[in-house]
């Protein structure tokens, strides 16, 4: 089964750039989350999809930060303009639920963001 | 406020031995509780999920142990190996559906 993939895998830019970052979910997975991991730190929600619509965006900083998961597959994320504590891991997740209700989350390998 | 405390923050411990982490949790109402495995440049892995009514899961030489009545729960690693070098991260599930993440504790097993 192929996992959750996310492009790029790094990325440097300066800051006041645009940048935005891809995820494909495992097929047939409906929700589908955006996680911010600063170094040292576990991850942060950023925000959660079922399929196409948005379940939790409250830790969002939507006046940089926006997202979209266009036919609930694929999703993107994109920071404009970027600021020097954007520098983190941004890490793409998605999810099923089991017959027992659990959602067991799979994670992507992460896009590493330096913002000098 | 709904928070995941975990320690220690990090620990060496030589190959061979063995180890627990610790998950203290404020977080509520729990649905249940997951340690995820962290890699060095990779996302993380599921270890175990425990539901409220479990005590405790093992997967492998990984042990969790989960008591929801102090709101706390452990991850024992048995026989270090030196792949078990990672962040090891806890995760509360509430409210059905939202996930509240500790900070992880790292771990680093040297020969």
């Known amino acids: 089964e192929a996992g959750v993939a996310q492009s790029p895998r790094y990325k440097i830019i300066e800051k006041r750039q645009s940048v935005a970052f891809w995820c494909n979910p495992i097929?047939?997975?409906?929700?589908l989350y955006w996680y911010q991991q600063i170094l040292g730190q576990g991850p942060k929600l950023l925000i959660q999809?079922?399929?196409?619509?948005?379940?939790?965006d409250s830790q969002l900083p939507k006046d940089r930060f926006s997202a979209e998961r266009l036919k609930g597959v694929d999703s993107t994320l994109k920071i404009q303009p970027a600021k020097l504590e954007d520098s983190a891991v941004y890490l793409c997740a998605s999810s099923y639920r089991d017959r027992s209700f659990q959602e067991t989350q799979y994670f992507g390998p992460g896009t590493r963001l330096l913002v000098l | 406020k709904n928070q995941v405390e975990q320690s220690p923050q990090s620990l060496i411990i030589l190959e061979g031995k063995n180890c627990t982490l610790q998950c203290n949790y404020t977080v509520s109402p729990f649905s249940n509780l997951r340690w995820y495995k962290q890699d060095t440049g990779r996302g993380p892995v599921s270890l175990t999920i425990?539901?409220?009514?479990?005590n405790t899961k093992s997967n492998g030489r990984y042990t969790a142990t989960l008591d929801a009545d102090t709101k706390q729960s452990s991850l024992h690693i048995t026989a270090s190996q030196l792949s078990d070098s990672a962040s090891y991260i806890c995760v509360v599930i509430f409210n059905d559906y939202k996930l509240s993440f500790g900070a992880g504790t790292t771990v680093t097993v040297r020969a």
């Open positions: 097929s047939g997975h409906a929700t």
């Open positions: 425990m539901t409220f009514s479990e």
């Open positions: 999809f079922q399929n196409n619509g948005v379940v939790d």
